[in-house]
C-alpha cells in the first residue's frame, strides 16, 4: 500500500470528470488499498479518487468511530433521495476550512464493490452526507460551489494567499536548513 498525495483547492485537476470504471481488477483493487490508507492517514471519513489525481469513479468511507467499517464504491449513482439536512462538512482538499452544505437525509446509491458485485445501498447520517460529497468529486464538484459566487471568489482568494505564504515559508527553511 501506498500513501497518495492529495489534490489541494483551487488545484484544477479537482475539476476533472472521473471515467467510469469498466472492469474491476486487481489494478482497481490495489487503487482503493491506496485509498483507504490515504483516508485514514489524513484523517477523514472519507476520499474520492479524484483527490489524489485518479480520475476514476470509485470512493471511500469509514464514518465508523472504530475505523474498522470500510466501504469501497465503484461507480456509485444516486437512485434516490429523500429530505434535507445540512452539514459543517469538512474537505481533505480543503484543510482548515468547514462549510454548511445542504444535502439530502438519506440516499440510495447503487455501486460495485472491489469484487466487481452491484449492490444497493440506503444511507443515512453522516453516511448519506458523505457519499454525496465524495460523488461531487467525481464529477469534478467542490463543496465551495454551493457558495455564492462572492463568497467563493473571497474563499478562493484566501486560500490562495494562504498558500504563498505557506510555500514562502517552506522554501525560508529549505534555505536556512541548506
Ligand atoms: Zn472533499
Known amino acids: 500500500m501506498a500513501l497518495l498525495n492529495i489534490l489541494v483547492y483551487p488545484d ?7 471515467a467510469p470504471v469498466d472492469s474491476v ?11 483507504a490508507q490515504t483516508m485514514y492517514a489524513a484523517p477523514g471519513i472519507g476520499l474520492a479518487a479524484t483527490q489524489v489525481n485518479i480520475h476514476r469513479r470509485i470512493i471511500v468511507a ?7 467499517d470500510l ?12 429530505g434535507e439536512t445540512e452539514t459543517e462538512e469538512g474537505c481533505l482538499s480543503l ?36 457519499i454525496q460529497h465524495e460523488i ?6 467542490v463543496m465551495v460551489d454551493y ?4 463568497k467563493r471568489d473571497r474563499l478562493r482568494k484566501r486560500i490562495l494567499r494562504e498558500q504563498r ?9 529549505t534555505a536556512t536548513v541548506s
Not at 25 to 35: P, W
Open 165 to 173: 505564504e505557506g510555500s514562502i515559508t517552506a522554501v525560508e527553511e
Open 147 to 150: 457558495l455564492s459566487r462572492l
Open 95 to 130: 484543510p482548515g476550512i468547514t462549510l454548511p452544505v445542504m444535502r439530502s437525509e438519506s440516499v440510495t446509491v447503487h455501486a460495485q464493490d472491489q469484487y466487481g458485485n452491484s449492490f444497493d445501498m440506503v444511507a443515512d447520517g453522516i453516511l448519506a452526507v458523505c
Open 25 to 35: 481488477d486487481d489494478s482497481v483493487r490495489k487503487i482503493i488499498d491506496d485509498m
Open 71 to 82: 466501504r469501497a464504491l465503484i461507480n456509485p449513482t444516486i437512485c434516490d433521495q429523500f
Open 136 to 141: 461531487d468529486h467525481l464529477d469534478g464538484k
Open 12 to 18: 484544477p485537476r479537482l475539476r476533472q470528470r472521473a
Open 62 to 68: 469509514d464514518v465508523s468511530q472504530e475505523k474498522n
